[in-house]
């Protein structure tokens, strides 16, 4: 039998003279996200997407792989049949018979795109009742809550046959909405904050501040790690790391205790910004959330905001970290999250940090530090790879 996934669109559908535009990117996330798998034909019709192997293939990871592509909100696998009620009824005895033997109750659904048909939809769902109630007649119809529900959808290039789809990523495609600039710490939250604006269609471009040999190798490895797990939520990911060591030593020799995580902080913001318009990225996005931390005030947040003068997008903000560990749990982030390698963010943590900083106390606080030469040597010293 021919089998194919069918991917419905969420609220692309809603994108009006622009759909075309998403829907041709959401086609190239899922072509990058079956790399490896096979090859597929890809075409478009009534707000579904077509994925047809071309070659035999793992369909099953298939569907594993295109359900985490944002933009996508349900999808299933699904029997190809000719557009013949006979052959409907046929191959649906033959191609669900094993979750059919297995159930108890059932129902039908049909979905007639095709006015054409002969038959209407409270038709085919009688017609084709029937008929698999007479090849396994242990089964009951249950219209509310059946164990299995067979699904006929008779579209304009055939009628497809499955036992009802799951649920996609949602959102909308990565890269339809531009590129922002990712602070990757190595904790809990920046993961999460970076799947959540991919979902709303950024393309993500990651920044890692390394600070050996306070920070070790582990360290990177571990967001090296991260980044592996972003990426078939994200697609392709640039990392940036960052040479951070001087800056905090400096910042340790120079600077009153109680404002090293604040200086800290604008420094990284600065230096992201930075690199963040090399690298046509409108905004930066962090894991803030607020009063977590000494840092995470809301007039700690307004210091470091200060440093730069492009959006800081901030998605986990008003959530807790319990629900931000549910999310990092999905999407299998936290247990390389919580493996015991510490950042820079930890290197020289003061005993007593400022929790209602003034922006003027602060810049006083850094203005020992030739600001400007440490900026760009940092900037200078960057290194790239990239995850796919």
Known sequence: MNELILLKNGEIALKGLNRSTFEDMLVKNLRHALHGVGKFKFYKAQSTIYAEPMEECDLDEAVRRLSRVFGVAALVRACIVEKDFEQIKAVAAEYLSVQLREARTFRVTAKRADKKFPLDSSQICRELGAHLLRAFPHLRVNLEHPDVEVVVEVRDFA??????????????????????????????????????????????????????????????????????????????????????????????????????????????????????????????????????????????????????????????????????????????????????????????????????????????????????????????????????
């Open 159 to 388: 009628a497809y046959l499955h036992a009802g789809q799951q649920p996609g990523a949602g959102g909308i495609p990565v890269g339809s909405s531009g590129r922002a600039m990712l602070l990757l710490s190595g904790g809990i939250d920046s993961p999460v904050a970076g799947y959540m604006m991919a979902k709303r269609g950024i393309k993500i471009v990651a920044v890692h501040f390394a600070s050996p040999p306070y920070t070790s190798e582990r360290a990177l490895l571990k967001v090296h790690g991260l980044c592996e797990k972003m990426t078939p939520y994200c697609g392709r990911m640039t990392l940036l790391t960052v040479p951070f060591t001087e800056i905090q030593e400096c910042i340790r020799r120079h600077c009153p205790e109680e404002y090293y995580t604040l200086v800290m902080r604008r420094f990284m913001m600065e230096i992201a910004g930075r690199l963040a318009e090399k690298n046509d990225c409108g905004a930066l996005i962090t894991g803030e959330s607020i009063g977590q931390v000494a840092s995470q005030t809301m007039l700690a947040l307004h210091c470091t905001g200060a440093a730069l003068d492009i959006p800081i997008l901030r998605p986990v903000i008003g959530m807790d970290k319990e629900e931000i560990i549910t999310v990092a749990r999905r999407i299998d982030t936290f247990e390389t999250s919580i493996l015991p390698y510490e950042d820079c963010c930890t290197v020289f943590t003061p005993r007593h940090p400022k929790t209602k900083p003034r922006l003027d106390a602060v810049l006083a606080a850094e203005a020992a530090l030739d600001r400007e030469a440490l900026v760009a040597q940092a900037v200078q010293g960057t290194t790239c790879r990239g995850f796919s």
